[in-house]
């Protein structure tokens, strides 16, 4: 590793930060985007010579293959960070958003916690450390202020300390997607090391940071300015120190991962779901490790830590006003949203809505337009799932022919992506279940198998709380993939593994469906770079 990788490597989160809080620039300069010509392709042109020229800053010397390949992560990476930069930039922040508004929204969220009740002109009162919880009943009309507050705390202090700084509240506001920005950053650092974890390398390594890096899902997120992209981050982060502390159990290991399970819980509850995965390590290692008193201390100390920064917040709800922990408002079957008459095989089995309306979630109002009417609500839950996950409930490029046909390119490679991950994760599951008896599993794969049956586990319990959710509250917004975000992390894990395995294979068949995966993996980053890179 070259001194300047290393430098970068140490510090990546430091690096980030600083990348990132370069995206309030634009925001401080109003007339940006009518002064240049093409602004938003101009900027990512920038951003992307940038991080050509900070490749050969960490290239290596001619002949080392692993710095070549670290070099080549990093120019990935930091190419889907400009992608997310650039969006950042040409998108307002009440743009493609989800629950913000500033009466019951995510914004009034961090507005009261950041001044309580008062108007905003009074920010200052109490001095700056002054911060208000909800003081009422969460459940009663008050539509997104039941969620934890760590996501809407961190935003009313990034608010607050802009406006003691001397900046207008609105500027303030937008640069709320500056901790977005950062959290979509993080979550390409966490895919990486889940990447290495599982000896990514070589081509499986690169393909596997191509599809995150420009994976749309996080590019939108990177955006939004609700609670989800922290979730996701967090949730992402303690898989991949559960592995670690798995490898090598001791205090100073499951310490940050109770802290990130109960981070990634106080920003949003479902992100409790990974706890499936983290509690098979722990049962696989107790099982297995001889210092079972040790063990069980480790155990004690994560439950000390993780359990009350996870549920204070329910806890305090449930204490003081009665309100269920497990509380979600609910649209009504009233609700032009509502899908729960179509019945339960046609909701889990029926893509007609891909026939009937193309690449785009469908939605039967004129939503944006006249132009982007449907006749009915998007109903199929892995359709629907597809779908937005390319495009949120959105319908970007949809009046241009052109990028029409690139989402239509993009939707066809996502599938392409999704069938190659599901057989992988399939041929590897089943052996992970019988080398779960053996102990020469790790010798021939280079990872354990309880570890990769930890990720299946994950992704099950992703898929059916998903699936229980949209049965559940049966609306077209509630089968939005962003609640399922880190399944296209995993399908790139897979989708990797299944490229390294070909090429290490000697049929010859194996090695033309390899080129295939290259090309499907390079087309998918071109369209979304094409799509979200400032055209539209």
């Not at 959105?394 to 029409?404: E, K, L, Q, R, T």
């Not at 290490?504 to 770079?529: I, T």
Request: charged fraction near 15%.
């Amino acid at each position: 590793m070259t001194k300047s990788h290393s430098l970068i490597y140490k510090y990546r989160c430091l690096w980030l930060a600083l990348c990132c809080l370069c995206a309030v620039i634009p925001n401080f300069i109003p007339k940006w985007k009518t002064a240049l010509p093409f602004p938003n392709q101009m900027l990512l042109l920038f951003g992307l010579a940038l991080c050509v020229a900070a490749y050969f800053f960490v290239s290596p010397e001619k002949g080392d293959k692993e710095g070549a390949e670290r070099a080549l992560v990093f120019l990935i990476l930091a190419a889907g960070l400009v992608i997310r930069f650039v969006y950042v930039a040409y998108t307002d922040w009440n743009v493609r958003q989800h629950d913000v508004g500033d009466t019951e929204g995510h914004l009034a969220y961090m507005l009261y916690i950041m001044k309580g009740d008062a108007p905003i002109e009074s920010f200052r009162e109490g001095g700056f450390f002054a911060f208000h919880l909800p003081d009422f009943d969460v459940s009663d009309g008050h539509w997104q202020f039941y969620h934890p507050p760590l996501w809407h705390f961190l935003g009313a202090f990034w608010m607050k300390l802009q406006m003691y700084l001397g900046v207008a509240f609105e500027t303030a506001r937008e640069n709320l997607q500056v901790l977005s920005l950062y959290c979509s950053g993080v979550i390409l650092l966490a895919s990486h090391s889940l990447f290495r974890r599982f000896n990514l390398r070589g081509g499986g390594l690169l393909l596997a940071c191509l599809l995150v890096a420009f994976h749309p899902t996080f590019i939108i997120l990177s955006g939004s300015i609700n609670n989800d992209v922290l979730s996701l981050a967090l949730t992402l982060v303690s898989l991949v120190l559960a592995i670690d502390w798995y490898r090598k159990p001791s205090f100073r290991r499951i310490i940050p991962l109770a802290f990130a399970i109960g981070g990634a819980m106080m920003a949003k509850l479902s992100a409790g779901t990974v706890a499936f995965a983290v509690a098979f390590l722990f049962l696989m290692r107790f099982v297995r490790t001889r210092q079972k008193g040790k063990t069980l201390g480790q155990f004690g100390v994560f439950g000390a830590l993780c359990v009350p920064t996870a549920l204070w917040w329910q806890i305090r709800n449930l204490v003081l006003h009665g309100v269920n922990p497990l509380y979600v408002p609910g649209l009504s079957e009233k609700s032009s949203q509502y899908v729960g008459f179509r019945g339960k095989l046609a909701r889990l089995f029926d893509p007609s809505a891909l026939f009937d309306f193309g690449v785009y979630p469908a939605r039967a109002t004129k939503y944006l337009s006249q132009t982007y009417g449907f006749t009915y609500y998007e109903y199929c839950i892995p359709l629907a799932a597809l779908k937005t996950s390319l495009f949120g409930e959105y319908y970007i490029g949809a009046s241009d022919p052109v990028f029409s046909v690139v989402a239509a390119v993009l939707f066809a490679c996502a599938v392409c992506v999704s069938l190659a991950a599901v057989v992988c994760a399939v041929y590897y599951g089943i052996r992970a279940l019988r080398g779960l008896k053996t102990r020469d599993f790790c010798a021939k794969y280079g990872f354990a198998a309880a570890e990769l049956a930890s990720v299946l586990i994950f992704i099950a319990t992703q898929v059916v709380s998903y699936i229980l959710f949209c049965f559940k509250y049966p609306h077209f917004c509630t089968m939005d993939y962003r609640y399922i975000a880190l399944l296209a992390v995993t399908a790139a894990l897979f989708f990797g593994l299944l490229y390294d395995r070909l090429r290490g294979s000697e049929k010859p068949w194996a090695k033309y469906v390899s080129y295939a995966l290259v090309a499907v993996a390079v087309l998918f980053s071109l369209s979304a770079l094409g799509i979200y890179g400032g055209v539209k």
